[in-house]
Each structure stands twice: as structure tokens, then as C-alpha cells.
């Protein structure tokens, strides 16, 4: 096992990307061979894939709070005039159908976590369709994403109620993140700045869900995270590197999250939580 | 062995599950299951103490509906989930839920006291993120389990003998145990035996070990 990115580079040095480094690391922890391994990841793929094809065909939340804005920006990506790039807004689109289905109590792959289901699946259904990926170069980014999330969740964490939302959204983002350096050929040293540069930009990010549900804000969280992985990948690729490095940047998002008072730790307590909007949210649902 | 809290990328990518959250909802479901497992049968009353963050925000969540789903059973992924308070009525598992004022030691915390005739037991599980969960507590001991280790939790009376007879078991049947802790109320009142294992199937180990005298419940989970 590995217990620091940088002993996950050494690793994955040795065995030639991250990608084999964690597929070995899985083989000898869980006693399974690679064909079972592989075959789990397809299974939790494929979740991913029809839960993006689900949302994008428009959903409502159980509470009728949100929904359907992934469908919205399926329309708008018909036309010609939006600004950013067409693979950013379609990573963001599947971002935006994947928690719009979690909120609907529907089937996902927490990726870290549920609330964050949809950064990493978002922008991997995304760089399919940009790339033409097949299902080994899928499963290469989702190796990739799990191997950094991994690092992340045993020196910080990834649970909103521990850590904030940096722990959820900056999770998912900086794996994802990881991810698209790892299949658009970079090395494992910028899938680590990658992860580093994102997750700095997400340091202190709360978790204040308006009426202590996955909803607001999450789902347009997970958009933007999505769009942030792809920015950051790119920074990764250009060879822009993080001045304090990618570990450093871990610790210091522990003890971010340790810092944080609780009322910014998924207790509704705080933030846009209770905006005059925000609670009377709340009393409509509650009573 | 390093001591990570998270093992497998499968703790990260995953679990599939129904939706909205994976420490309030999944982890829930799953910490309900195992309370099921380590009790060996369907409660008739169930008291689920919710603290901290599940204590204010669990309805939001479906904490709730998912610690009693995994009560009756059902894993995170299941459909029925949603129906779970409907199913446990029909089955006459009463259930009563009290969100607590008091700080836990972790965030997401819950205390399941599970009941059936005159067999009581006081369950505590954390979810720490992910979906992934811990046991904390039983019946009052400090204990720590982990998922995704073959665990073999067993509760014995506290008189010579029964240790040796458990692991003779596992030598017999040739089970490496990995590691082992056995806590006492006090002297020959109840005790508390976890062993963790390097085997995956067990159930001729777990016939052989529910036999031996002043055992009283054997539980097995990965």
C-alpha cells in the first residue's frame, strides 16, 4: 500500500503508471485476481454511464428542489454560442445528471462519496466522447482517479461531515483531474501536480446543503468541479507544477478541515444553509 | 499492514448505491446491516440514537429509511430501500428514532439497541465517508472493527478455556488468525472476542465455534 503521492509515484514508476501501480496494490490487499478487479470497475463504470443517460433525459428530486438543469444544458450544447469549451460543458452536463439522480434517490457509484458521484464520472463520460476512449483507457482513469483519492482519504478525508465540502467536490475533483492526465498521456509526476493545483483551489470549501440535503449546493458543485478538472489537467499538462507540493497540499487541507467549525461540516448550520432563502427551504420540507 | 482507515480503490470508486448521500445513506445502510449480522436475526424493537451531523440532518438523507433497511438486510444498492420504514412495520420490527443533543466522538454516529425477547444489544457504528464504516462500540466495550478485513466477533462468558478452544478451531481447520483481542466486563461476566482472519469462507470454523460452551453468539463479516 501506498501512504503518500509520493510514494504512489515511486510506485507507479516501478510498475509503469498509476494505473498498474494500484491495480497490483488491490490485487495483494483484497486477495483478488486482476480479471475480478477489472471486472468490479466496468460494473461501477457502467453505473456511472447510465446514470448520466438517466439525468440528461431530465429528473426531479424526491423534494422537487432540483432537477432538470442537466437537460438544460443538453439543449443549450445543440446550439452554437456557448462560450466555454463543448467537452468542459458536456463534462459539466453529466456532473449536473448524475447528482440530479442522486437526489432522486436514484442508482449511482459514489465516487468519492455520493454528493460528489458526479465530478469524476462527468468528466470521464465527457473525454470518452472527446477522445474516442475505449473501455481499458475508462478503467485507466477511474485505476488513476481512485488510486490519488485513496492518498486523500487516509491523510485528509472525504467526507463532507469530517472535512467540508474540499473533502467532497476537491476530492472527486482533483481525482478526476488526475484521471485526464493519465490518459492524455502524461506522466505520474504531473498526474500529482494536477491533483495538487486543484486541490489548493479548494481549500475551505464548506459543506452547507440547504436543508441538510444533497441538493443545494451540490449539484452545481459538482459541475464546476467538473470543469475544474479539466482546467487544472490542462495546467498539469502544460508543465505548470504547484510550488508547495502535492502532499504538503493534503496536510494542509486535514488540518483545514480540522479547523473548520462544525457548522460548516454538513450540520445545516451554516452558510447558504441559512440564508433567508435557505431556511425557508428548509420550513416548506420540515414542517 | 499499514493502518489506513481506507484500503481498496473500490472504498473510493463506489460503492453503487441508491442515492443521495454515502456516508448518510450508504454508510448508514451498511452499519445497520452488520448490527444485524453481529445480533444473528431480525430485531423486534430497534432504538437508532442518531448524533451530531445524522442527528440533524438524517431525514434529509434518508439516514433513517437506510439504517432500517440494513436492519432487514438489504444492501445499499437495493431498490426497496426507499419503502424500508413500510416493510419493517409489516415484518413488526418497531422502530424508534432519537436524534441526541450531545457531542460524539465522530460526526457521523449512531447507536443501534437492538432487541428480541429478553436478547439485548447496544451497537455503536461510524460512517466515515465514502460509504465506508467502522464499528465503534459493543455493548459498551471500546472496540474497532474495520470493513473489508474477515472479521469473527464473538461474545463469551469470561471462564478458562474458551480462547483455546476458539483457536483451536481455526487450527484445526488450518485459519491463519491475523490478529486477536478479547475485552472483559469484568471477571467472569461477559467478554468480547474479535479475531481477524486470513480466510474468506468460514462457516465450518463458526458451526464448530457456536458449540463450545459459554459462547453466545458468533458473527462473521468482511
Not at chain 1, 438544460?72 to 469549451?85: I, P, Q, V
Not at chain 2, 469470561?158 to 485459519?175: C, M, S
Not at chain 2, 474479535?194 to 463450545?212: F, N
Amino acid at each position: 500500500m501506498f501512504n503518500t503521492i509520493e510514494e504512489l509515484i515511486e510506485r507507479a514508476n516501478h510498475w509503469g503508471s498509476v494505473t498498474e501501480a494500484m491495480i497490483q496494490v488491490e490485487m495483494t490487499q483484497s486477495e483478488t485476481s486482476r480479471e475480478e478487479i477489472l471486472a468490479h470497475m466496468k460494473k461501477n463504470k457502467d453505473v456511472m454511464f447510465q446514470s448520466i443517460k438517466k439525468g440528461v433525459g431530465g429528473v426531479t428530486s424526491v423534494t422537487g428542489l432540483t432537477g432538470g438543469d442537466a437537460k438544460k444544458m443538453h439543449d443549450y450544447l445543440g446550439g452554437e454560442n456557448f462560450l466555454s469549451g463543448k467537452y468542459i460543458l458536456t463534462a459539466v452536463q453529466n456532473a449536473i445528471a448524475v447528482n440530479e439522480v442522486n437526489a432522486q434517490m436514484g442508482l449511482i457509484c459514489a465516487n468519492p462519496t455520493a454528493g460528489s458521484a458526479g465530478v469524476a464520472a462527468g468528466v470521464l463520460a465527457a473525454v470518452t466522447e472527446q477522445k474516442q476512449l475505449n473501455e481499458e483507457q475508462q478503467l485507466q482513469f477511474l485505476f488513476t482517479a481512485g488510486a490519488f483519492g485513496l492518498v486523500i482519504a487516509n491523510n485528509a478525508s472525504i467526507s463532507g461531515a469530517a472535512g467540508g465540502c474540499q473533502a467532497e467536490i476537491g476530492s472527486a475533483s482533483a481525482m478526476a483531474s488526475a484521471g485526464l492526465v493519465e490518459i492524455s498521456g502524461g506522466t505520474p509526476e504531473q498526474c500529482a501536480q494536477a491533483v495538487a493545483i486543484t486541490l489548493k483551489n479548494m481549500l475551505g470549501l464548506i459543506c452547507d446543503p440547504v436543508a441538510g440535503l444533497v441538493e443545494v449546493p451540490c449539484v452545481k458543485r459538482n459541475a464546476l468541479g467538473a470543469s475544474q478538472a479539466y482546467v487544472s489537467a490542462d495546467m498539469a499538462l502544460a508543465g505548470i507544477t504547484s510550488v508547495i507540493p502535492p502532499d504538503e497540499v493534503i496536510k494542509a487541507m486535514h488540518k483545514v478541515g480540522m479547523q473548520m467549525p462544525s457548522i460548516f461540516k454538513e450540520t445545516a448550520e451554516g452558510g447558504l444553509a441559512v440564508t433567508p432563502t435557505g431556511k425557508k427551504i428548509s420550513q416548506k420540507i420540515y414542517g | 499492514m499499514s493502518n489506513n482507515q481506507f484500503k481498496s480503490v473500490f472504498d473510493i470508486i463506489g460503492p453503487v448505491m441508491v442515492g443521495p448521500s454515502s456516508s448518510h445513506t450508504a454508510g448508514a445502510a451498511r452499519i445497520g446491516k452488520v448490527v444485524r449480522q453481529i445480533f444473528g436475526e431480525q430485531p423486534e424493537t430497534v432504538d437508532i440514537l442518531l448524533y451530531e451531523s445524522f442527528a440533524k440532518t438524517y431525514r434529509g438523507h434518508g439516514t433513517d429509511i437506510a439504517i432500517v433497511g440494513g436492519l432487514l438486510g438489504m444492501e445499499p444498492d437495493d431498490p426497496r430501500l426507499a419503502d424500508s420504514l413500510k416493510i419493517a412495520y409489516e415484518n413488526k420490527m418497531e422502530v424508534l428514532f432519537v436524534p441526541k443533543k450531545e457531542a460524539a466522538e465522530h460526526p457521523n454516529q449512531v447507536t443501534l439497541i437492538v432487541k428480541k425477547g429478553e436478547r439485548k444489544m447496544r451497537v455503536t457504528g461510524i460512517s466515515i465517508g465514502g460509504g465506508n464504516i467502522q464499528i465503534s462500540e459493543l455493548n459498551g466495550f471500546k472496540i474497532h472493527i474495520n470493513m473489508g478485513t474477515p472479521t469473527v466477533l464473538i461474545v463469551h462468558q469470561d471462564v478458562p478455556g474458551v480462547i483455546a478452544e476458539v483457536t483451536d478451531v481455526f487450527r484445526k481447520l488450518n485459519i491463519n488468525i491475523a490478529t486477536m483481542t478479547d475485552s472483559r466486563a469484568a471477571k467472569g461476566e461477559q467478554a468480547i472476542m474479535i479475531l481477524e482472519i486470513d480466510e474468506r469462507s468460514t462457516a465450518d470454523a463458526l458451526e464448530k465455534i457456536k458449540k463450545i460452551a459459554n459462547v453466545h453468539n458468533v458473527s462473521f463479516f468482511i
